[in-house]
């Protein structure tokens, strides 16, 4: 079965600086990857996901991830913050064709103005 | 129009006590699932049910039931409420897979129910 990690569990930033979460997972076939947000208080949303393609991938709101398949990483980053952006993050992997969408444990963003 | 909506949002209750949790999608989809968050963040899937048939059960006691009516609507029943299922419950629903080499499937999230059990 697939697990993730990500590295970093609360992030304190200020307004404008750059970001990068971490997030690797362990399986060796071909994954499906995700970033959700979740907003105090709020759903997850979808930020950004990569089947296929160009490792670099765009997503809203200014984020974007890079799959690194030699690393098993699928960083998240985003070069200014703002203090909208405080929130929970999680990093997901899933098997083609399968269900299961496995997260990782999630890292706190606190961005301060 | 909401897209996957749960009811309640908020239930608290006493151990012992037997609760329902109510979600539906109008998006349309084929599958529906139930996750457990818990107080440090952790999200945890529990079941799964794709088009009214159970795919995913993972290891829950087995006092939460899942039932789903219909495609739109999957439920979650927990009999015999307990300290420890104090949690975020979310409901989530997908089309399936896209199949091919890479098979990929994007889950759209409801509001989660906050569960307290005193």
């Known amino acids: 079965a697939q697990s993730v990690s990500q590295h970093n569990h609360h992030v304190i930033l200020s307004e404008a600086a750059s970001l990068e979460l971490g997030c690797n997972y362990s399986?060796?076939?071909?994954?499906?990857l995700f970033w959700y947000v979740q907003y105090p208080g709020q759903h997850l949303q979808l930020l950004l996901k990569?089947?296929?393609?160009?490792?670099l991938v765009k997503g809203i709101k200014g984020f974007e991830a890079e799959f690194i398949k030699s690393k098993f990483s699928f960083n998240l980053r985003k070069p200014s913050v703002q203090w909208s952006d405080t929130a929970e993050y999680f990093c997901?992997?899933?098997?083609?064709?399968?269900?299961?969408?496995?997260f990782g444990a999630g890292t706190t963003v606190t961005v301060r103005a | 129009d909401t897209a996957v909506s749960q009811t309640p949002k908020y239930l608290v209750t006493q151990m012992g006590n037997d609760k329902s949790i109510k979600c539906e999608q109008n998006?349309?989809?084929?599958?529906m699932y139930w996750y457990k968050q818990d107080s440090k963040k952790f999200l945890k899937i529990m079941f799964s049910?794709?088009?009214?048939?159970?795919?995913i059960n993972e290891t829950v006691p087995n006092r939460f039931s899942p039932k789903s009516p219909d495609k739109a609507h999957l439920n979650l029943h927990i009999n015999s409420l307990e300290l420890g299922d104090s949690a975020v419950y979310f409901c989530?629903?997908?089309?399936?897979?896209?199949?091919?080499?890479?098979?990929?499937?994007?889950?759209?999230f409801g509001p989660g129910t906050r569960l307290t059990v005193t």
């Open positions: 989530a629903s997908s089309q399936k897979p896209s199949g091919g080499a890479y098979g990929g499937l994007e889950q759209y």
């Open positions: 399986y060796g076939g071909t994954v499906n």
């Open positions: 997901a992997v899933n098997v083609p064709n399968d269900y299961k969408l496995s």
């Open positions: 998006l349309g989809h084929d599958t």
């Open positions: 990569y089947f296929s393609g160009d490792p």
């Open positions: 049910y794709n088009n009214k048939e159970l795919i």
